[in-house]
């Protein structure tokens, strides 16, 4: 089993680049894809981008693509997620999950991580 823990969000203004972290703090995700989603209030859970276990390949959707970036970092079990030019809209609580198959697919993800709230003023 994975555990996972998310970082790095806060109160950011519209424009601002933040980058949020997903630790493995127990286990290890070397050998899993990863993904990153978000959920804003009243809102579906939204898949945003994964990375599968080299990192030779993502996958973003095209809500975030060119702003987001993911990344890992097998050897420290830590996964990262770059957003640049913040907008109001993308507030909202940042999960991470694993997958232990496909790393592009919503349903393939598990293990949620507590989750970090993003919050964006203009």
């Known amino acids: 089993q994975v555990q996972l823990v998310e970082s790095g969000g806060g109160l950011v203004q519209a424009g601002d680049s933040l980058r949020l972290s997903c630790l493995a703090s127990e286990g290890t995700v070397s050998g899993y894809a990863v993904g990153w989603f978000r959920q804003a209030p009243g809102t579906e859970r939204e898949f945003l981008a994964g990375i599968n276990w080299s990192g030779g390949l993502t996958y973003y959707a095209d809500s975030v693509k060119g702003r987001f970036t993911v990344s890992r970092d097998n050897a420290d079990n830590k996964i990262f997620l770059q957003i640049n030019s913040l907008k109001p809209e993308d507030a909202a609580v940042y999960y991470c999950?694993?997958?232990?198959?496909?790393?592009?697919?919503?349903?393939?993800?598990?293990?949620w991580g507590q989750g970090t709230q993003v919050t964006v003023s203009s």
């Open positions: 999950a694993v997958s232990g198959t496909y790393y592009n697919r919503a349903s393939a993800f598990g293990s």
